[in-house]
């Protein structure tokens, strides 16, 4: 008589934002004798487990805490473009890839006010297409130019300088340029 | 009809205090490894601002990143540079003198050049970083608000970001051990894990620090760190605290000690 040895592995993770996520794999195999339980029981559990651990890693999509599920200006989620135009057609706002990325922002930013008046003010300066702009942060980002976080925006104002022909020097970005020599 | 141009007026130098001021309200990693290794270095370089010729070395270093900066944005972008483009990077970074020219002894840029290139290549042909994997980042600077801490604005420049590992490249002489690297680096790493955590919203996967070892035989060495811990996150703070207050002492005593004998300010320290 085959024995069936059935084994479940599952993890549940916290992520942040109180949200979490949890994967299981589970797997059937037949033993021809009692005695394979125990080795093929731990086989199979470090089997599962490290392939498990390897695939929760992904963590996918995380809501924002502060935006997720929330109205933006009496529209159903689609405040796109971060002109803060709203025009319920998320491919107008420069996205290639067809895919829909889940809004809700409005006028809302997710980066500091003070990157939000940097990038829309090299965009002005320098009569930027806002739709090539929204591309721009789509392809690196794979989200619109409203939704990046503060590294992300960081990042899109480095390269919007570069774009413009302004880039910021690695070393001296943060610091004055010395003004006295060595005696 | 001779027109001369309105000369604009001159604007007063900051003084010491100002200056000092300045640096009460923001502190980046090396600058704070620097105050805590040495007041008097701390002050020749950021109070007093003496500059120095460019270091062979840190040409070296900084045009590998260069290289290593548009290598990642190139694969980012899914238009990867070929070895010949990434050579043709290294020698237009190499020639770049915007930020310093160093002052070589004869033969001695061939050879510093030739290492450098040499570097680069074992680091991009042993594919440290999977080409197929998208960045997150890459050289970019960053700032953490740490008021209500009671701490300076934190500033820093990430190297590389990628599936949340924060990743640092150095260019070095001798081949690093992991534990001395996670000794020595710890201000700078726990000062990125800070930078990342405040910009992302998220913990780091960790962070790994690339060492590009200058051997006969170039090397790569890759040390990882797990997230930092809340420990080393308070050892930071604290370490931030020391460094508001003492610049609060106008006391910028020598430290002196090993690391003497690379200072660039050796002569005017014993002058002092």
Redesign the interface.
């Known amino acids: 008589m085959a024995i069936v040895l059935e084994a479940n592995y599952a993890k549940k993770l916290g992520l942040p934002g109180y949200s979490s996520h949890q994967y299981s794999i589970s797997i059937r195999t037949e033993l021809t004798d009692l005695s394979q339980v125990e080795a093929e029981s731990a086989r199979l559990y470090a089997l599962l487990q490290s392939a498990v651990d390897k695939d929760i890693q992904e963590v996918g999509f995380i809501p924002d805490n502060n935006t997720y599920g929330m109205n933006a200006n009496g529209q159903n989620h689609h405040g796109n473009g971060f002109h803060g135009q709203v025009n319920g057609n998320d491919r107008h706002n420069g996205s290639t890839n067809g895919t829909h990325q889940a809004k809700g922002f409005g006028d809302r930013w997710n980066c500091t006010d003070g990157q939000k008046g940097f990038i829309q003010r090299i965009v002005n300066e320098n009569k930027l297409d806002k739709g090539e702009v929204e591309h721009l942060a789509n392809q690196l980002f794979g989200a619109g130019v409203k939704q990046l976080n503060k590294m992300q925006a960081s990042q899109l104002i480095e390269d919007l300088l570069v774009k413009v022909g302004k880039p910021a020097p690695r070393q001296t970005r943060w610091q004055q340029r010395p003004t006295q020599q060595a005696a | 009809m001779t027109t001369l141009a309105e000369s604009p007026l001159p604007q007063a ?1 900051p003084s010491e205090q100002d200056i000092i001021t300045g640096l009460q309200q ?1 502190v ?1 990693a090396s600058r704070l490894a620097l105050f805590l290794q040495c007041r008097l270095k701390f002050w020749f370089r ?1 109070v ?5 010729p460019k270091t062979p070395s840190l040409h070296l270093g ?1 045009t590998v ?2 290289v290593l900066k548009g290598w990642n944005k190139a694969r ?2 899914q238009n990867p540079l070929t070895l010949k483009q990434a050579h043709d990077a290294y020698t237009a970074a190499w020639a770049d003198n ?2 310093g020219s160093v002052n070589w002894d004869p033969g001695e840029e061939e050879e510093e050049k030739t290492t450098g290139w040499r570097l680069v290549d074992t680091y991009l042909r042993e594919h440290h970083v999977p080409a197929e994997v998208k960045p ?7 700032e953490a608000d740490l008021r209500r801490h009671g701490l300076p604005k934190l ?1 820093g ?2 190297d590389l ?1 990628q ?1 949340r590992k924060i990743i640092d490249y150095k260019t070095i002489a001798s081949t690093p051990t992991p534990e001395k690297v996670a000794h020595s680096t710890e201000i700078q790493t726990s000062s990125y894990a800070i930078l ?1 955590r ?6 780091e ?1 960790g962070i790994q620090l690339h060492h590009l070892v200058k051997l006969k035989n170039p090397r790569v060495v890759i040390t990882s760190l797990p997230p930092i811990s809340q420990q080393q996150e308070t050892r930071l703070y604290r370490q931030m605290d020391a460094y508001l207050d003492g610049l609060q002492q106008p006391h910028f005593v020598p430290s002196p000690g090993m690391h003497c004998s690379s200072c660039e300010f050796f002569n ?1 320290c014993r002058r002092a």
């Open positions: 130098e923001t980046s950021y007093l601002k003496l500059t120095k900084n990143h260069a980012w972008l915007t930020e997150d980042a890459v050289e970019v600077p960053v500033i420049i990430l970001v599936q990342y405040h910009n992302t919203g998220n913990t996967a005017e």
